[in-house]
């Protein structure tokens, strides 16, 4: 409540239409279907989608749930959003200002959200972000505490906007023994569900240290089944070049 708060007070960092179609599912119902949705970057990293009140649908009931809180992003409120024994109160309508007329639910609140017919993970994906996945012959060495784990020359690399490399290895070249499965899961919007290990080095276990995506979205498909380290967590070497953690 006091994030959703804080927004209504300071505004947003910037706004735009987008001509995707956008739906939401909750409680197995589609709670709105809108062509007219909006990207809201409540902060610099990656956007949220705000969906104009008029695009919830029939199945479900929207009620006003405080006073009005008024700011720089106008005049607003907090709502609970209802479909049959279900609800949930994360949600905000907008009445005045520059994002008049759009409620913003907030995304794990509901089931499942979708652009077009494709699901969206974790939050929506940034417009002027991309992933490029390229093959290299540059030669990538992993160690951690002395002890290689793993040392490739047929990595991929992965640039994502305004985040570090990452070296996607061949499941060929790691040292499995080192390696025991974690049940940790997370989710990225680019990427899809990730899976990790843990790593033992000397007779010390290293929490979660390498992810891999067994079904990764379709324009990261090129990383399946492909292991990633923590670079933040391990000594990376690219062609004899050591990395900075």
């Known amino acids: 409540m006091s994030t959703n708060k804080q927004l209504v007070s300071e505004g ?9 179609r956008v739906r939401g ?29 008029d695009d919830i649908t029939g199945a479900a009931k929207l009620t006003k749930d405080s006073e009005a809180i008024e700011g720089n992003a106008g005049r607003a409120y907090l709502a609970k959003l209802s479909v049959g024994d279900k609800s949930t109160d994360s949600a905000v309508v907008f009445e005045e200002g ?23 993970y974790q939050h929506p994906k940034d417009p002027y972000k991309r ?3 390229l093959s290299s ?3 990538v060495r992993v160690a951690l505490d002395g002890v290689i784990l793993a040392q490739t020359s047929n990595a991929l690399f992965l640039f994502e906007t305004s985040l570090r490399p990452r070296y996607y290895l061949p499941p060929t070249s790691v040292d499995w023994s080192l390696l025991s499965k974690s049940d940790s899961e997370t989710y ?8 990790y290990y843990n790593v033992t080095v000397n007779g010390k276990e290293y929490k979660d240290l390498v992810w891999w995506y067994q079904y990764p979205t379709p324009e990261s498909a090129p990383i399946a089944g492909a292991l990633c380290f923590y670079n933040e967590k391990v000594d990376i070497w690219i062609d004899g070049v050591q990395e900075k953690r």
Do not use: M
């Open 12 to 20: 947003p960092h910037k706004y735009e239409h987008t001509p995707r």
């Open 131 to 133: 992933i490029d996945i």
């Open 25 to 53: 599912l909750f409680n197995g119902q589609f709670i709105f279907d809108s062509i007219n949705a909006h990207h809201v970057w409540e902060h610099p990293y990656f956007p949220h989608l705000y969906i104009p009140t």
């Open 98 to 120: 520059p994002l008049k007329g759009l409620v913003k639910i907030d995304f794990p609140a509901i089931d499942e959200w979708f652009e077009e017919d494709t699901p969206i």
């Open 188 to 195: 990225c919007p680019y990427k899809g569900r990730a899976n």
């Open 137 to 139: 012959r540059r030669e």
